[in-house]
């Protein structure tokens, strides 16, 4: 674990600021990069968006002022390239197709190791609307607080809850259908 004040001095230390953001790339680039992931889907589409999200960080590190967790400014970052990247690519291919082929996808990826309950449980999530799969993963898979997503969204704690109470209803719903 870094010692962040630490970490925020030395970026602006000329001498230091390399070092120190190689520090922050260590810490952080394993979360970031699952929480990409689960937004991109493909494993070389998120190391893209992740570098680019470093690329932007560095470019605005002097603009990080400590007023949040670095992670959630990171993150903050992270989620906002993933959510560009797929627009980008939804002028490419329609979303709903990419969607529909999610099992396919994933199965063909060398790097996901998911068995059938585990394709089944991201085809769901996958059918979420965009921002209710955000809100879902960060809260369950990355185990955040509502008050970090809040700051990391822009979104009022309230409406994250609703946002998360509804995605599970329907996850619920589809493995009810299963049975």
């Known amino acids: 674990m870094i010692n962040e004040t630490l970490i925020l001095q030395q970026l602006h230390d000329?001498?230091?600021?390399?070092?120190a953001f190689t520090a922050i790339v260590r810490e952080y680039q394993e979360p970031l990069y699952w929480q990409i992931r689960r937004i991109v889907l493909y494993h070389d589409d998120a190391n893209d968006v992740l570098q680019n999200t470093f690329i932007k960080a560095w470019s605005a590190i002097d603009a990080f002022r400590g007023e949040s967790k670095l992670i959630t400014w990171l993150l903050r970052i992270a989620i906002n390239e993933a959510l560009n990247f797929l627009e980008k690519e939804s002028n490419k291919i329609r979303i709903s197709?990419?969607?529909?082929?999610?099992?396919s996808q994933l199965q063909s990826d060398p790097y996901f190791?998911?068995?059938e309950l585990e394709l089944k449980f991201q085809e769901v999530i996958s059918k979420l609307p965009k921002k209710q799969q955000i809100v879902f993963n960060m809260k369950y898979f990355q185990e955040l607080?509502?008050?970090?997503?809040?700051?990391?969204l822009g979104t009022s704690v309230g409406a994250l809850k609703t946002s998360y109470h509804i995605a599970v209803q329907k996850i619920i719903s589809f493995f009810e259908k299963l049975d």
Request: charged share 40%.
């Open 97 to 103: 197709e990419a969607e529909n082929n999610v099992v």
């Open 14 to 19: 000329s001498k230091l600021r390399e070092q």
């Open 145 to 152: 607080k509502y008050e970090e997503i809040s700051q990391i």
């Open 113 to 115: 190791d998911g068995n």
